[in-house]
């Protein structure tokens, strides 16, 4: 959310002074013109501007904000992610599948968006 401190042109629109405007994040990582086959599961978009799937335009992906204001934790919230040690203990042990019945799944969609009634897995054991 950002609020206009002047009035202000923006791609053609005239913003006012005190206007709060909202980047439609969930609507440009939806666009297929900019994600191309969007709802795919495809991580390895990610690594690089020439793998399939991957963004046709930079700045594309928000999920930790852009620019000057953008997220102070995302740095650490990635090494976070990449806890690869504690995920290989548990995958060595178990498997995690879908439980069935929940695709599509429903969202919720507020400031952020989110899975309306979580993400069921059924843990099976691997021995
Ligand atoms: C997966 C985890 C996280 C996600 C997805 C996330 C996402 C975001 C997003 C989207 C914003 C708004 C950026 C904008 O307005 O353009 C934000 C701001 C912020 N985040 Fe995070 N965040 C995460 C973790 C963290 C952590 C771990 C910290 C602190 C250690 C943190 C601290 C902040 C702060 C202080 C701001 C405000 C920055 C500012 O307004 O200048 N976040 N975050």
């Known amino acids: 959310m950002r609020e206009a401190d002047k009035d202000v042109e923006l791609a053609g629109y005239k913003v006012s002074k005190g206007t709060r405007l909202m980047v ?22 990610h690594l690089s501007s020439d793998a399939v799937g991957a963004p046709t335009q930079p700045h594309a992906w928000l999920g930790f904000g852009d620019d000057t204001r953008s997220c102070v934790g995302g740095r650490l919230a990635m090494l976070e992610g990449q806890a690869k040690l504690a995920l290989v203990h548990l995958f060595r042990r ?28 059924t843990v099976h054991d691997r021995s």
């Open 24 to 45: 439609a994040t969930y609507a440009i990582q939806h666009d297929e013109s900019v994600w191309p086959d969007a709802e795919a599961f495809i991580p390895e978009r």
């Open 94 to 121: 178990h498997s995690y599948r879908l439980t069935p019945g929940q695709v599509p799944i429903k969202l919720q969609m507020g400031i952020t968006v989110g899975p309306a009634e979580g993400v069921w897995l």
